[in-house]
């Protein structure tokens, strides 16, 4: 368990959280079920709550698991939330559950990131689609999906709708960050946000999909690939590093994306 130094007091940090999900005293008090008197005493220093109670405001302020340790250590408990890495032997249960839903989307891709993007495994379907990357380094591990995605040396010159696919992830990225206030992810987006748009892109988005998904589509040899994606992440995780992964799976937009991969799949 990662031992973290914190020199601010616990008020601090419940305040900038309770701000950040722009909750008034009175708003997290209602959440939590105690009095605002309660929540200001411990706001101001002059009450200091049970660890069960710290936990519960952490939960109802969706703090993530990373930043409640120096709350626990600001009141002075012990941090409760380990951090392990994905190849350590207490998460080989969980680290064999990813596989297994990257290998079951198969011919389909799919991908796990952690918290800052970084990819942390693919399936066998990701690859073809990284074949023409022109830098070559973007590819060098660690690989940041964003930056390979959005990069115009990466796969954006092949996202045929490369304005509407980067507003997307864009728009995801800062929402990212105003849950967690990650400086890492805010330094990303400021780099991803001085990427140049392609002329030939559209400037306005446009989607087939009734406004339900935003497609990524993508150039290939094979043909155009469009594809829709959904988010995947752990129910219950008390271990720093599994509450930060994400397994990122894309679905075949219409039925020539999947002939496509399946065909792939088939002459691999």
């Known amino acids: 368990m990662n031992t973290i130094a914190t020199a601010r007091p616990l008020g601090d940090f419940l305040r900038d959280w309770r701000r950040r999900r722009r909750m008034s005293q009175l708003d997290l008090a209602l959440e939590a079920e105690i009095s605002q008197r309660h929540l200001s005493f411990i706001e101001s220093g002059r009450s200091l709550p049970s660890r069960d109670m710290l936990l519960h405001l952490a939960e109802r302020l969706e703090v993530p698991l990373r930043e409640r340790n120096p709350m626990l250590l600001a009141a002075g408990f012990a941090p409760v939330y380990a951090e392990r890495k994905l190849d350590d032997p207490a998460l080989a249960a969980a680290r064999k559950a990813i596989d297994m839903v990257l290998k079951g989307h198969e011919p389909f891709p799919a991908l796990a990131v952690d918290r800052h993007w970084t990819l942390v495994a693919a399936n066998a379907a990701v690859a073809p689609l990284l074949a023409g990357v022109a830098d070559a380094s973007l590819l060098d591990g660690p690989v940041n999906v964003l930056r390979l995605s959005l990069h115009p040396q990466g796969l954006a010159p092949r996202i045929a709708n490369l304005a509407e696919w980067r507003n997307h992830l864009l728009e ?19 780099e991803l946000s001085g990427y140049p748009v392609p002329p030939e892109t559209p400037s306005k988005p446009r989607s087939d999909y009734a406004g339900i998904a935003v497609p990524m589509q993508l150039r290939t040899e094979a043909g155009c690939l469009s594809f829709i994606s959904t988010t995947t992440v752990f129910g219950t995780p008390v271990d720093v590093t599994l509450s930060e992964l994400a397994i990122e799976s894309f679905f075949p937009a219409n039925d020539e994306t999947a002939r496509l991969l399946r065909r792939t799949a088939e002459s691999g």
């Open 172 to 190: 995801r990225l800062h929402q990212q960050i105003a849950a967690t206030g990650d400086p890492i992810l805010k330094g990303l987006l400021e």
